[in-house]
């Protein structure tokens, strides 16, 4: 088995403006779909949440924002087990980032 990378990126949104309860139903669909990752033995690790704000380094010279040529943001990611590049994609399928408009990239890494 491979380790792979799932990136997850969302439309540039504002949090703070979320309802409490809203922020719970996000936070419950993100939880039961890693549990659902987790209970097949295909979880190898959380990522970390990032933060909105931050800087990009190109050949050409540094912009403003991790999304200067994108309305979608990076936000997080997790690490996954699987036997190949199509299975992590199966693993993707049902990442609360999609109903929101969001996307999942699937890297394999390379330790």
Request: charged share 25%.
């Amino acid at each position: 088995m491979k380790d792979f990378m799932l990136l997850f990126r969302q439309p540039n949104y504002d949090y703070g403006k979320a309802s409490p309860a809203e922020m719970q139903a996000l936070a419950k669909k993100w939880k039961e779909w890693a549990e659902h990752i987790k209970a097949q033995g295909k979880f190898v690790r959380e990522g970390l949440r990032l933060s909105m704000e931050g800087k990009v380094l190109k050949a050409g010279g540094v912009t403003d924002g991790p999304f200067s040529e994108t309305k979608e943001v990076l936000g997080s990611f997790i690490i996954v087990k699987a036997n190949s590049l199509e299975e992590a994609t199966t693993l993707a399928h049902g990442c609360p980032a999609l109903d929101a408009g969001g996307s999942v990239e699937i890297r394999p890494v390379f330790w």
